[in-house]
């Protein structure tokens, strides 16, 4: 390119930034072409990979499962799991503010997206279900995100919210504890009221963020024993296969 | 943090998130040797933040008549049980420590504090503490009347109100307690919502061997007549018992910062509490060596950043205005730097802050080149306005030459921008660099990088770079840029203040740009010829109109000259 032209494609791209006005900003990098700009989209929802079949892990486009699922450490009542996005980076950040920072109307900033991805991703449900909370942490928090995110999905497809998914005990937080430490802590920690209401149904079951599958699990389990159809977890987030990180990162 | 309604044994209602903690503080002694038998210490469950608690205010026997007719707190299952019982119920929650014994340092480092529950919770951290423990803390200094809890946005008689930056323009959300707020204004500090609670102490911050250090030392301060005549008047006023405010009104460069030392010097040996304040964290760092020379025997704390760090009293307080936020009550006076340095929604948020950390009957002196119109109306009705419009060197502040240029939203075939402006812009360019390196300030932080390139293709023999705010070389550059090392360098207003760069030369592109306004115009301007060595400098402002701001500005400049002239402080 000549030093001219140089000069001429820079001029037009300055006269684009001094006077271009009312982008919507990109909710995770602060950035143009909002609500989440196409550098963000491909640092943290690599459209380039697939799901794993089983645990909705980040994985590579030619695979079907991921290693822990092929080994057999996967969701067992679960028919499927799917995340939409990396956990990591400004993602993890923008579902922290969410929680974290109160605020939950974020949320409604994602929603057409986030229902526009899940129906290419999963069968059409007959409801929605959140994975429930625990009392003493949703009385600190306030709300509970994934019901947040299963009430805006309910706006953008029109899919009802069934309601009678339980949690039952206290449960020590996820994070403190070891894998095999989460999966135990979680046995019976959900069940469900009002059983007839839920038998045969397809259902998306939905969560923020999915790092062992464990908490989904538990509520599937509490589900399958009154005798749900098909449950389909649905999340934000979760983590990549662990050979795929330098690539993804 | 959860509170609780509590029934003390002699029948009084307080709200509480540590029942059990309160114990002591309501069973007198009396009260058991009178062999009545002892109400139990009932307490209402489940806890709710303390903002929706709070406004259920009514005699005890009605309580649960006055939570029926609230809207979404009626369907909690309340429930009065004896604290007794509940410990074991709800373990963690209600209990308080086994040790009653207050922390002599937490409570120490909360004097004159206004802090929430997050910040309490990094402060605890910075002890090796547990949350609890500190928390439980700053509940004991409540209970001996010496603190408080408000929540931290609070209901208001209009609406609701953060507590910590004075907001009221919340963001809502629906919360299982009703309508809930998060403050957007103050979120850098972290989480401010009706969900979060402030401890806000009562007390003065400790002032440590108060009247033990020599004070003065400023006699080695030398001064200009200029600042000396200024220092006086700044004195005058923190003596005098009329003004609560007052403005120092000082040109770009004039030194205004030792002009407070005087009078801070005569507050400190007052046994009075001092703080200097100012919006952006480079300033305070660049304040502080200043300080501490000036006075060497005072432990000089600086708070600045977004952290709630640890803060050991000192006698005299340096912080960023963000960390003035987290003072309630503690200062007898403020030098607040720089009071325009923010947008406006900003210095809302400021100004509360400020008011909020001063005590009653306490002084506030602004410092400021470019005042807000705003600001200047009501000093000048309720205050005193002091002004230093001469620099060190004696020489008028540079007046900046006016250079049309096409109009940047018109042109269309946007490669005939710069050939429309070439030679010129290249030669006035050239021109202002015989004199010293030029700082290019461009109106929005996406065309520094532009420009550069630009830039660069014109002089292709020029050392020239560019950076923004948020560019992670900043420090760098900046350096280099103060090392003399660039023959032009490409920046937004952020450069604007309170940088000295030898020799300096100043360009503005397209200065009738909207985000330009007479104040960031007289601050640009005033980064040229700001040195003794060198003492004038250029400054052009390229744009297609002469708008209203560069009016005012280029006025404002003469104004400071002229009135330095008068007052024979210009050779
Ligand atoms: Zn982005
Ligand atoms: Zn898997
Ligand atoms: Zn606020």
């Known amino acids: 390119m000549s030093k001219a032209s140089i000069i001429i494609n820079r001029t037009q791209e300055l006269l684009r930034s001094l006077w271009y006005k009312g982008e919507e900003v990109c909710l995770l990098c602060g950035g143009q072409d909002g609500p989440i700009c196409p550098t963000c989209i491909k640092e943290y929802f690599h459209p380039e990979l697939a799901r794993c079949q089983a645990c909705g892990k980040l994985i590579a486009r030619e695979s079907t499962y991921c290693r822990d699922c092929l080994e057999h450490r996967g969701p067992q009542a679960l028919t499927r799991v799917t995340a939409w996005g990396h956990y990591a980076g400004g993602w993890r950040d923008f579902i922290h503010r969410i929680k974290y920072q109160a605020q939950p109307r974020l949320v409604q900033k994602i929603a057409h997206l986030l229902a526009e991805w899940a129906v290419t991703q999963l069968p059409p449900p007959d409801s929605i279900v959140a994975v429930p909370m625990h009392p003493s942490r949703l009385a600190e928090r306030g709300f509970n995100q994934a019901e947040m995110i299963s009430s805006v999905l309910r706006w953008e497809l029109g899919i009802p919210l069934l309601n009678g998914l339980e949690r039952v005990l206290p449960t020590r937080s996820q994070a403190e504890l070891s894998r095999q430490e989460r999966l135990h802590n979680l046995t019976g920690a959900f069940k469900v009221r009002d059983q007839k209401n839920f038998s045969g149904h397809i259902i998306w079951l939905v969560d923020d963020v999915t790092t062992t599958g464990a908490t989904l699990e538990a509520c599937a389990q509490a589900l399958r024993a009154v005798e749900v159809g098909e449950i389909y977890g649905l999340c934000l987030a979760a983590g990549i296969e662990k050979n795929l990180v330098s690539a993804g990162d | 943090m959860l509170f609780y309604l509590v029934r003390t044994p002699k029948g009084e209602l307080v709200l509480s998130p540590f029942p059990e903690l309160d114990k002591p503080y309501f069973e007198g002694g009396s009260f058991k040797e009178d062999g009545k038998n002892i109400e139990p210490y009932t307490v209402l469950t489940p806890g709710v933040p303390l903002a929706y608690l709070e406004t259920v205010a009514v005699p005890s ?3 649960l008549r006055a939570l029926a007719r609230e809207d979404v707190l009626k369907s909690f299952p309340w429930h009065w049980g004896d604290l007794e019982y509940l410990k074991d119920y709800l373990p963690g929650v209600v209990v308080g420590p086994e040790s009653r014994e207050p922390n002599v340092e937490i409570v120490k480092s909360l004097r004159g504090r206004k802090l929430t529950e997050d910040e309490l919770r990094m402060l605890a951290t910075s002890y090796g503490l547990k949350p609890e423990e500190v928390w439980q803390q700053a509940h004991l200094l409540v209970r001996a009347g010496l603190g408080e809890w408000v929540p931290a946005v609070r209901r208001e008689r209009k609406g609701w109100r953060c507590q910590r930056c004075g907001e009221s323009e919340l963001e809502e959300w629906p919360s299982i307690y009703g309508a809930a707020f998060t403050c957007p204004s103050c979120r850098s500090l972290g989480t401010s919502s009706t969900l979060k609670v402030i401890y806000r102490d009562l007390r003065t911050p400790a002032r440590e061997n108060f009247g033990l250090r020599s004070l003065n030392k400023t006699s080695d301060l030398v001064l200009t007549p200029a600042q000396e005549k200024a220092a006086g008047q700044v004195l005058e006023f923190v003596q005098s018992t009329l003004e609560s405010e007052a403005l120092l009104w000082a040109a770009c460069g004039a030194g205004k910062t030792e002009v407070c030392f005087p009078a801070a010097a005569w507050a400190l040996g007052q046994g009075k509490s001092v703080l200097f304040a100012a919006p952006r964290q480079d300033v305070i760092h660049d304040v502080a060596p200043r300080l501490q020379q000036a006075f060497p025997d005072l432990s000089i704390p600086v708070l600045s950043g977004a952290s709630a760090a640890k803060f050991s009293a000192g006698d005299l307080v340096l912080a960023t205005t963000h960390q003035v936020l987290r003072f309630y009550q503690a200062f007898d006076l403020i030098f607040l730097d720089e009071l325009d340095a923010f947008p406006y929604r900003d210095s809302r948020m400021l100004q509360w802050g400020v008011t909020q950390a001063l005590r009653p009957g306490g002084k506030i002196l602004f410092l400021s080149a470019t005042p807000d119109p705003a600001t200047l109306k009501r000093i000048r009705k309720e205050g005193k306005i002091i002004r230093l419009p001469a620099r060190h060197h004696r020489r008028p502040l540079p007046v900046p030459v006016f250079k ?4 940047w939203s018109r042109v269309k075939d946007s490669g005939s921008l710069l050939s429309k402006m070439q030679p010129g812009f290249g ?29 660069k293709s014109i002089f292709p023999g020029w050392s020239i770079a560019g950076s923004y705010s948020r560019d992670p070389e900043r420090l760098d ?9 660039f023959d032009l360098f490409v920046a937004t207003s952020i450069l604007e203040r309170g940088v000295t760069i030898e020799g300096a030369q100043v360009a503005v592109m397209a200065a009738d740009h909207p985000v330009f306004d007479e104040r960031s115009l007289v601050q640009m301007a005033g980064r040229a010829g700001r040195t003794r060595a060198n003492p004038s400098g250029g400054v052009i402002f390229f744009a297609a109109r002469e708008t209203a701001a560069i009016r005012t500005a280029v006025r404002w400049i003469n104004e400071q000259n002229e009135l330095a002239r008068t007052a024979g402080l210009l050779d």
Do not use: Q, Y
């Open chain 2, 61 to 63: 026997e009605s309580i």
């Open chain 2, 404 to 407: 049309k240029m096409p109009d």
């Open chain 2, 427 to 455: 030669s006035m360019l050239a021109a202002l660099r015989e004199h010293g390196p030029v700082i290019f300030f461009v109106p929005k932080i996406s065309s520094v990088n532009v420009w550069t390139e630009i830039l």
């Open chain 2, 477 to 485: 550059k900046l350096v280099a840029l103060r090392r003399g090392d």
